[in-house]
């Protein structure tokens, strides 16, 4: 489809959920959809929720997992798109089910889906230049979520640390998360994203959510460890085509030690997760919500 800016197209409400227990994630996923569409000439409006009880307008796209896209109390748009990745058979015009792995037969109700990694809602800025995922592993990075109140993170550095001595291990710190940082780890508060971060690393430790598709589209070496249900299908997606490598609290320490021995390991970690994430998710859902239109 042509993507010629125009005045005449119409507003689109962008409503998301944040905060304590939720995290980035659905800002993120948000944030890359609007990048699109503001690019296509489109008039966008972010809500985050829950800020305004109603969610109405010609055009509303819903990520939230606190409100259902489909609930006429909540929502009264012309055109409902929710992004849902909980399978909650939403009945609305379009559900977009970006984790890899996704089984779009789970969104029955919904007069369109689209569904699995080819339609993650996840972007990297062209100019960030990736350090070569086969060189040595000098720095880890490791990411649980901004809401890991549970201090997953900082048992995830330790185990890393304890067994890459020499290796600066780097923790993001989230707004919403445990602030306790482990001796010898670095703290990480990165307000506007982590693509430098993943960039200057051959090899991330990730959660199952948005972080772990933006680490992919960097060709970066990832271990993911499940810390939510809803990460499941994601993990396991990218884990059956060798897009990455799942791993446990237990077992992360030697999964990442095999991985820092093993560059041609990184390499073909890379390789697939780069193939599987093309970064034109955003487009293609933009693509869907301008058939809707028209």
Same mark, same amino acid.
């Given at each position: 489809?042509?993507?010629?800016? /125009?005045?005449?197209?119409?507003?689109? /409400? &962008?409503?998301?959920? #944040?905060?304590?227990?939720?995290?980035?994630?659905?800002?993120?996923?948000?944030? +890359? %959809?609007?990048?699109?569409?503001?690019?296509?000439?489109?008039?966008?409006?972010?809500?985050?929720?829950?800020?305004?009880?109603?969610?109405?307008?010609?055009?509303?796209?819903?990520?939230?997992?606190?409100?259902?896209?489909?609930?006429?109390?909540?929502?009264?748009?012309?055109?409902?798109?929710?992004?849902?990745?909980?399978?909650?058979? %939403?009945?609305?015009?379009?559900?977009?089910?970006?984790?890899?792995?996704?089984?779009?037969?789970?969104?029955?109700? +919904?007069?369109?889906? &689209?569904?699995?990694?080819?339609?993650?809602?996840?972007?990297?800025?062209?100019?960030?230049?990736?350090?070569?995922?086969?060189?040595?592993?000098?720095?880890?990075?490791? /990411?649980?979520?901004?809401?890991?109140?549970?201090?997953?993170?900082?048992? %995830?550095?330790?185990?890393?640390?304890?067994?890459?001595?020499? /290796?600066?291990?780097?923790?993001?710190?989230?707004?919403?998360?445990? *602030?306790?940082?482990?001796? !010898?780890?670095?703290?990480?508060?990165?307000?506007?994203? %982590?693509?430098?971060?993943?960039?200057?690393?051959?090899?991330?430790?990730?959660?199952? !959510?948005?972080?772990?598709? #933006?680490?992919?589209?960097? *060709?970066?070496?990832?271990?993911?460890?499940?810390?939510?249900?809803?990460?499941?299908?994601?993990?396991?997606? &990218?884990?059956?085509?060798?897009?990455?490598?799942?791993?446990? #609290?237990?077992?992360? *320490?030697?999964?990442?030690?095999?991985?820092?021995?093993?560059?041609?390991?990184?390499?073909? &970690?890379?390789?697939?997760?780069? +193939?599987?994430?093309?970064?034109?998710?955003?487009?293609?859902?933009?693509?869907?919500?301008?058939?809707?239109?028209?």
């Amino acid at each position: 489809m042509g993507h010629a800016v /125009t005045a005449k197209r119409p507003r689109v /409400t &962008l409503a998301f959920d #944040e905060g304590p227990g939720i995290g980035l994630g659905h800002r993120r996923r948000i944030e +890359a %959809l609007q990048h699109e569409l503001n690019a296509r000439g489109f008039r966008c409006a972010k809500v985050s929720l829950p800020e305004s009880t109603m969610i109405a307008g010609r055009v509303a796209v819903i990520d939230s997992y606190r409100m259902r896209a489909d609930d006429p109390g909540r929502v009264k748009a012309g055109i409902v798109i929710a992004v849902d990745d909980i399978a909650r058979d %939403l009945a609305v015009d379009l559900v977009v089910d970006p984790a890899p792995g996704a089984d779009p037969q789970l969104h029955a109700q +919904a007069v369109r889906v &689209l569904a699995g990694a080819p339609y993650a809602l996840a972007s990297i800025p062209s100019s960030v230049q990736p350090v070569a995922v086969d060189g040595p592993v000098d720095r880890v990075l490791i /990411t649980t979520g901004a809401a890991d109140a549970g201090g997953v993170g900082a048992r %995830l550095a330790t185990a890393v640390a304890g067994v890459l001595p020499g /290796t600066e291990v780097r923790l993001v710190v989230g707004p919403w998360g445990a *602030g306790d940082v482990p001796p !010898g780890v670095v703290p990480v508060h990165a307000r506007r994203g %982590l693509a430098n971060e993943f960039a200057a690393v051959p090899l991330a430790v990730t959660a199952g !959510g948005v972080s772990m598709l #933006e680490a992919c589209l960097l *060709g970066r070496a990832v271990v993911a460890v499940e810390i939510a249900d809803n990460q499941r299908p994601a993990i396991s997606g &990218l884990s059956a085509i060798g897009a990455i490598e799942p791993a446990t #609290e237990a077992t992360v *320490g030697e999964v990442v030690r095999l991985l820092a021995a093993d560059p041609a390991r990184r390499a073909a &970690l890379g390789t697939a997760a780069s +193939a599987a994430l093309d970064g034109k998710g955003p487009a293609r859902v933009a693509d869907a919500i301008e058939e809707l239109i028209s």
